[in-house]
Each structure stands twice: as structure tokens, then as C-alpha cells.
């Protein structure tokens, strides 16, 4: 079974302090995806990271895939009250079209 | 363009009835995929559709639920005999072909509540 373990479950921040958030597996991902879900709506995707070892930025926000494309983290520099939020990893772990998801982190950024 | 529909957007049952939730993709999207989502929880996987074939139905629970697509586009998720863990929101997403590189695309979802 693949699983992805995701952490903090929950983060609760002032204005302007940094966090990462992290996800982890035992199973190798051919990609993974990071998405932000709002209440009463459907996850929206905001990267997808494919080679081990690949940093991609969207502007405060930085993600990473492991050397070994088994796990993955979320860095938002100078959070905002905007970025307050579920922010769920999943991955793809072969070729077909099922994603496994995290449980997810519950975001908090207070002003 | 419109993005993913679902209907009804919220749905009570009483235990032991029969539902169905139906899922519209966004046009020209020939894959469509079903979750569901607990609270607190991640969603979770139940079943692809490439065309009107179920690609991979390995996260449907049990028997009771079955999902259908028969010309390709609009899709069927029919629970029977709900119980009191049914209740979730269930997540209907579609994207152009199924498979990595492929960007699924969410929809609000419909909430059931099993009393």
C-alpha cells in the first residue's frame, strides 16, 4: 500500500514567519503534486515535481522533491493571511492515473 | 470555460437508502476520476475512468459502491445501502488523458450525510 505521511497536521503562524511542510513515503512517486484546498471547494493544483532532486519556486513558495523521489516539501517564506489554508501532497506512484494523497496540513497564518 | 460540476452539492440519506451522485467533466476530458474526502483527512482514491472504461477501480470500499460512464462523459457514482460511514464529501475531478503530466481538475464536490 502507498502511503503518504504528511506533516504538521496542522500550523497555526503570525504574519511574516516562514514554515515548511513535509511529505514522506517508503514507495518511490514517478511525480509528485502539492494542492491548496479552500473550504467548500475541490483541491486546485499548485506544482507538480517529476525528477528527484527538483526545486521549483511560485513566488513566496518553494517545493522539492527528494534525490530519491520519495518525499517532498512545501517552504512559504513570509506567510500571509492569504496563504491560510489545506495544503495537501499526492503522488502518483506509476504510470496510471490514481493519486495518492497526504492527510493534509491545516494552514493558519493570523495578521 | 466551466470547470468540474457536481450534483446535488449536498445530499441526506436516512441508513439502508440508495444515492447517486453525478459528476459532469470539464468538455473535452477524457479522463474523470472519483475521491472522497473525510473530515480532517486527505481525499482518497476510488476509481478512474478512461473513455467508459474504469481504468483502475481499486479504491472502491466494498460492493456497495459502483460508479458508471457510459458515453464517455457525464459519470454516476451510486452508493447502495449507505451506512453512517459513508458520509464524506466526494470529490469528482477530470483531466485532458489520464496518467502523470496530466493536471486533474476538481470540482466542489457534494457532501452526504448518512443519518
Known amino acids: 500500500t502507498q502511503l503518504l505521511e504528511q506533516s504538521p497536521q496542522f500550523l497555526s503562524i503570525q504574519e511574516g514567519e516562514n514554515l515548511t511542510v513535509y511529505c514522506n513515503s517508503s514507495s518511490v512517486f514517478s511525480s509528485l503534486q502539492w494542492y491548496r484546498q479552500e473550504p467548500g471547494e475541490g483541491p486546485v493544483l499548485l506544482v507538480t515535481v517529476v525528477t528527484g532532486g527538483e526545486v521549483k519556486k511560485l513566488k513566496r513558495l518553494t517545493f522539492q522533491f527528494g534525490d530519491a523521489r520519495k518525499d517532498s516539501s512545501l517552504h512559504i517564506t513570509a506567510a500571509q493571511p492569504g496563504d491560510t489554508g489545506l495544503y495537501l501532497c499526492a503522488g502518483h506512484y506509476n504510470q496510471g492515473g490514481k493519486l495518492i494523497f497526504g492527510q493534509g496540513t491545516e494552514l493558519s497564518v493570523k495578521p | 470555460g466551466a470547470g468540474v460540476s457536481q450534483t446535488p452539492s449536498n445530499k441526506v440519506t436516512e441508513k439502508g437508502k440508495y444515492v447517486e451522485l453525478r459528476c459532469d467533466p470539464i468538455?473535452?476530458?477524457?479522463?474523470l476520476y472519483w475521491y472522497r474526502q473525510s473530515l480532517g483527512q486527505g481525499p482518497e482514491f476510488l476509481i478512474y475512468?478512461?473513455?467508459?472504461?474504469?481504468?483502475?477501480d481499486s479504491g472502491l470500499p466494498n460492493d456497495r459502491f459502483f460508479a458508471v460512464r457510459p458515453e464517455g462523459s457525464v459519470s454516476t457514482l451510486k452508493i447502495q445501502r449507505t451506512e453512517r460511514g459513508d458520509s464524506a464529501v466526494y470529490l469528482c475531478?477530470?483531466?485532458?488523458?489520464?496518467?502523470?503530466?496530466?493536471?486533474?481538475?476538481f470540482g466542489p464536490g457534494t457532501r452526504l450525510t448518512v443519518l
Open positions: 475512468f478512461q473513455g467508459t472504461g474504469a481504468a483502475d
Open positions: 475531478a477530470s483531466s485532458l488523458m489520464a496518467g502523470v503530466g496530466n493536471e486533474q481538475f
Open positions: 468538455s473535452g476530458h477524457t479522463a
